[in-house]
């Protein structure tokens, strides 16, 4: 169980984190924007870690929220 707040769009930085990738810059020859989620790595060796999360917009067909 853990008490910090974390979305989908955390889980591509996360992956990238635990295998020590670098995101890519471009795709396909097309420059890629970066990511709005953070890797939530810092909560596998300390489930009481304060939360990294700041904020988190949602964005679902035109209604978004922060």
Not at 14 to 25: E, Q, R, V
Not at 39 to 61: C, E, G, I
Request: hydrophobic share 30%; no cysteine.
């Amino acid at each position: 169980m853990r008490s910090q707040f974390h979305h989908v769009v955390d889980i591509v930085p996360t992956i990238y984190d635990a295998l020590g990738i670098t995101p890519p810059s471009s795709s396909t020859g097309r420059s890629r924007s970066s990511s709005t989620g953070i890797s939530l790595a810092y909560t596998f060796d300390n489930a009481t870690a304060p939360t990294k999360k700041q904020v988190q917009y949602f964005d679902n067909n035109g209604s978004r929220a922060i």
